[in-house]
């Protein structure tokens, strides 16, 4: 079975200063808002729509960042091919409000702070996602 998600990582501009939005999921580990791509979405719609959901941000998409894929054993699926797409989207709107059947918090960091968390408590293939996002946007680790 194979199971297509999107996400992103969003940001936001305050003055000269970048801010990361960062989750900390059902599993208390730091993650990226990402979710199952609905019937008759694009991986973009998915994307726009999962982040809005998980942590009522709207935002636009300003560039793709990565695909990730690994397997998943599921008891009712048996062995699932996950692929995720993420994508660098700016914030437009919105307030953070953690979707709390999916999610236990959301929060804004600065750079280094966002790296400290995700490197820390965050999974091993979002590190990827995240150093390309600060590099899309001209921040060195």
Not at 32 to 40: D, I, N, Q, R, Y
Not at 57 to 64: A, F, L, S
Not at 67 to 87: M, W
């Amino acid at each position: 079975m194979k199971e297509i998600s999107a996400g992103g990582v969003v940001y936001r501009r305050r003055g000269e200063q970048i801010e990361f939005q960062l989750i900390q999921d059902r599993y208390g580990k730091t993650s990226l808002a990402k979710g199952k791509m609905e019937p008759g979405e694009t991986i973009e719609q998915t994307a726009l729509r999962e982040i809005r959901e998980e942590t009522g941000i709207e935002g636009t998409i300003v560039g793709k960042l990565d695909t990730i894929r690994y397997q998943y054993t599921s008891p009712e699926a048996g062995t699932v091919d996950k692929e995720v797409h993420y994508f660098l989207v700016e914030a437009t709107a919105g307030q953070l409000t953690p979707q709390v059947e999916e999610i236990w918090s959301v929060e804004w960091y600065e750079p280094q702070a966002a790296w400290a968390k995700q490197t820390e408590s965050g999974y091993d293939n979002n590190d990827g996602i995240l150093s390309k996002a600060f590099a899309q946007l001209g921040i060195a680790l």
